[in-house]
C-alpha cells in the first residue's frame, strides 16, 4: 500500500485547501516492533517461546493553508491530548484508486511546529490498517457442495462475519421442533437435576401413526444451548410419553415490570425498583432470554442504576408480540431448550446413560419421584441417587446393602441396614449401630409411601426403624418408625401408606439405629424396596412445553477449501431467521439468542475461519440442504 493521510475522527486533514498532511519517516511502509520471549534451558540455548508485539506511534505532519490562529486552535481541539478516547484516524491509499484504510489512534502529543507547520503523535495499539468499507460477497446455497470464491485484500487473513439464513426446509433431517421453556422455581441451584421436560407427558403415538416420529424414538433428540444432550424416554409410542434430562438451574430470577409495554417496537424493559429487584437484577446475565405472558424476549446488559434492560429482540423461538401491563412478571428462562424429531433414518442416538435418573421414568413426574427398580448405582452418580452412610458401629459386622434379604449388587435394588453383633475372640459382643439411606432435593419433600422387609433372629429390634426429615441435615424430625416384626429368623414385609412431611424440608432418610445383644449371630435387618416422595410442587422446575413447528436443523459445515480450516453448526434454526457467525468477535447469534455452543471448530486454534489474502474458496456441506442464503462480509486486514 502507498497511504496518504485522509482523516481524524471524522475531520479532512489533507484536502490541500485547509491542510495538507504526510507520514513523517516513512512510518506508513514500517511494522510495529515485537519483542521475543525466550524459553531458557539448563545446559542448552534458549529457544523461541512467542513474540509480544508492541504499539507504536505514528508522526503526523500537518501544514495549514488558511489563517494560522484559527486553524491552530482547530488543530488543537481535533488532536487533543487530554482526550480519553481512540479515533479512526482514515488513510487512503493511492496505487488502489484511493481505497480507504483505517486504524484506532490517540493524539499523545503536539510537537515542533514550525511556521505554519505542526507535528502530531499519535499512539497506536494495532497497527494492522482495516477497510473502511468492509468487502462482501453472497452466495445462494441450493446444493451440499456448493462453493463462491471470496478475494480478500490486504496481506494479513481477514475475519469475515458469515449469515447464514435457511429459505427451504431441508429434505432428510428432523422436521419438526417444540421449544421447552424451564425455570428454576427456588432460590437454590439444582445441580444436574433430572427434568421432565413434556411437563406431564406427550403423544408419540400419534406422531408415529403420523409418519413424523420413529417408533424406537431415536429421532426424539433434545437440543440444550445448541448441543445435543441425552435424554431417556419412557413409554415411547404412547400418549404419555415422558423425556427425562439432566439440567443445571441457577436460582430463579423473577422481576416486575414497571411500565406498560406495547405489542410492538423495541423498548427498554422497566423494571419495579426495590431492593429485591435490585438484587435480582444484578445477577441477570447479559443476552438473557425473558418470558413476559407468552411472549419471549431477549435482553441487552440490564442497567441497575435506572432499573431497565434493553430489549434487543421480541417475539422470537416461535412467539408473538403482545402488549405486557405494569406489575406482569418476568421470568428468567436460563437455558434454550429444544426438542426435534421426525429424521425418519435416524440412528440410535449415542448418549452417556451415567446421569440417567434412578427413580422409575415411567411412573415419576417433576413433581413426584417413585423409585421400585434401583436406588443408588456403584459405577455412576446417577441422579435422583440414595446414598448409604454407616453412620456408627461398635464392631465390623453392621452394614448397609443393596440387594433384598442382605445381598449386595452394583445397581441397588433395594436400601438395606442390617445391625449384626460380633465377636471379639470367641466371646460374642453386642453392638449398636446407626445406618441410614439418604436423600437431598432442593426443591423440598411433601409426603411419603414406602414399602420393604424387615427380619430379626432374637427379640431385640433396635429402636429406630424409621423414616425422618431434615431442612439442614443435622436436625432430624421423625415421620414414622416401624415395630418390630412379629416373628424371628423370616423376612417378614412392611408398608407404610401415604404420609405427610411437614415444613417442605429438602433431606429425608430412612434411619436404622439400635443395638443387638450379645448373642451368637444376633441380626436386626431393615430395607426399603420401593418408595413414592412427592416433591413441594411450587417448588419444582416449571415446564412449558410449546406447540409443534417446522424445524430447519442447522448441521452444516461450512470449509474455507483453500486453507482447509472449517467450522461445523448444528442448531435447531427456522426458515427464514438468520445465524451470524462473527468469525473476529467470535460470537454466534440465532434469532437475536447467543448459540455459541452450536459451534465446533474442525481443529484446535484461535481463530474460527480466516480469509487468506488473495482467492478463497467456501464451500458449504449439510446432508438434505434445502434453500440457505449465506452471506460474507469482512474488514480486509494490511500491515
Known amino acids: 500500500m502507498n497511504l496518504l493521510p485522509y482523516s481524524f475522527n471524522g475531520t479532512l486533514i489533507n484536502d490541500g485547501t485547509n491542510f495538507v498532511s504526510a507520514f513523517t519517516g516513512g512510518w506508513q511502509f514500517l511494522q510495529a516492533p515485537s519483542n521475543e520471549v525466550e524459553v531458557i534451558r539448563t545446559y542448552l540455548p534458549p529457544v523461541h517461546g512467542a513474540k509480544v508485539l508492541q504499539s507504536r506511534n505514528v508522526v503526523l505532519t500537518i501544514t495549514m493553508r488558511g489563517t494560522t490562529h484559527t486553524q491552530i486552535d482547530t488543530l488543537r481541539a481535533l488532536f487533543d491530548t487530554q482526550d480519553q478516547t481512540p479515533h479512526e484516524f482514515i488513510a487512503i491509499d493511492i496505487d488502489d484508486s484511493n481505497r480507504q484504510w483505517y486504524i484506532e489512534t490517540t493524539c499523545i502529543q503536539m510537537q515542533n511546529m514550525r511556521g505554519t507547520t505542526v507535528e502530531f503523535v499519535l499512539h497506536v495499539h494495532d497497527s494492522v490498517w482495516k477497510t473502511v468499507t468492509p468487502s462482501t460477497g453472497s452466495k445462494a446455497v441450493t446444493a451440499s457442495g456448493d462453493q463462491v470464491t471470496l478475494t480478500a485484500l490486504g496481506n494479513k487473513n481477514a475475519h469475515p462475519v458469515i449469515s447464514i439464513t435457511p429459505t427451504t426446509l431441508p429434505a432428510s433431517t428432523y422436521a419438526y421442533q417444540r421449544r421447552v421453556d424451564v425455570r428454576n422455581a427456588t432460590t437454590q441451584n439444582l445441580q444436574t437435576y433430572p427434568v421432565e421436560i413434556t411437563g406431564g407427558g406427550w403423544d408419540t403415538a400419534t406422531l408415529v401413526s403420523g409418519g413424523k416420529m420413529l417408533a424406537t424414538g431415536d429421532d426424539c433428540r433434545v437440543m440444550v444451548d445448541g448441543i445435543e444432550t441425552t435424554r431417556w424416554l419412557a413409554d415411547i409410542n404412547t400418549n404419555h410419553t415422558k423425556v427425562w434430562i439432566a439440567l443445571s438451574l441457577a436460582p430463579k430470577i423473577e422481576l416486575l415490570l414497571n411500565a406498560n409495554i406495547a405489542n410492538s417496537g423495541l423498548v427498554d424493559i422497566v423494571i419495579k425498583n426495590n431492593s429485591a429487584n435490585q438484587k435480582l437484577l444484578k445477577t441477570l446475565p447479559s443476552g438473557a432470554i425473558l418470558l413476559i405472558g407468552s411472549e419471549i424476549f431477549i435482553g441487552g446488559v440490564p442497567n441497575v442504576s435506572l432499573m431497565k434492560i434493553p430489549m434487543t429482540a421480541r417475539a422470537v423461538k416461535g412467539t408473538s408480540a403482545a402488549a405486557h401491563t405494569a406489575g406482569a412478571t418476568i421470568y428468567w428462562i436460563p437455558h434454550d431448550i429444544w426438542i426435534v424429531y421426525g429424521y425418519l433414518s435416524a440412528d440410535a442416538p449415542v448418549g452417556d446413560d451415567s446421569l440417567e435418573p434412578l427413580f422409575n421414568l415411567s411412573s415419576s413426574t417433576n413433581s413426584s419421584w417413585v423409585y421400585n427398580t434401583a436406588f443408588f448405582d456403584a459405577n455412576n452418580d446417577r441422579t435422583g441417587g440414595w446414598a448409604a452412610v454407616l453412620n456408627s458401629s461398635n464392631g465390623d459386622l453392621s452394614h448397609y446393602y443393596t440387594a433384598t434379604l442382605d445381598t449386595m449388587a452394583d445397581l441397588a435394588t433395594a436400601m438395606g441396614a442390617s445391625i449384626n453383633a460380633f465377636q471379639k475372640g470367641t466371646k460374642w459382643v453386642a453392638e449398636k449401630a446407626a445406618i441410614s439411606w439418604d436423600l437431598v432435593n432442593q426443591c423440598g419433600f411433601s409426603n411419603v409411601t414406602a414399602s420393604g422387609k424387615q427380619y430379626r433372629t432374637t427379640a431385640t429390634w433396635p429402636s429406630v426403624a424409621s423414616f425422618r426429615h431434615s431442612s439442614n441435615g443435622k436436625d432430624w424430625s421423625t ?40 448373642t451368637a449371630n444376633a441380626v436386626a435387618s431393615f430395607e426399603v424396596l420401593a418408595v413414592t416422595l412427592a416433591l413441594v410442587g411450587a417448588n419444582v422446575p416449571t415446564v412449558n412445553f410449546a406447540a409443534e413447528q417446522s424445524n430447519c436443523q442447522l448441521a452444516c459445515t461450512i470449509t474455507n477449501v483453500s486453507t482447509g480450516e472449517s467450522f461445523s453448526i448444528n442448531y435447531p434454526a427456522m426458515t427464514n431467521k438468520t445465524m451470524v457467525v462473527d468469525c473476529n468477535l467470535h460470537s454466534v447469534v440465532e434469532d437475536s439468542q447467543p448459540a455459541i455452543s452450536a459451534l465446533s471448530l474442525s481443529t484446535i486454534r484461535v481463530e474460527w475461519l480466516d480469509l487468506v489474502p488473495g482467492a478463497n474458496v467456501i464451500q458449504y456441506d449439510q446432508t438434505g440442504t434445502g434453500n440457505v442464503t449465506l452471506g460474507f462480509s469482512w474488514e480486509n486486514r494490511s500491515l
Open 479 to 518: 415421620d414414622w418408625n416401624q415395630t418390630s416384626p412379629a416373628g424371628t429368623s423370616s423376612w417378614t414385609a412392611w408398608s407404610k401408606g401415604s404420609t405427610a412431611i411437614s415444613g417442605s424440608p429438602t433431606n429425608v432418610q430412612f434411619y436404622f439405629s439400635g443395638v443387638q445383644p450379645a
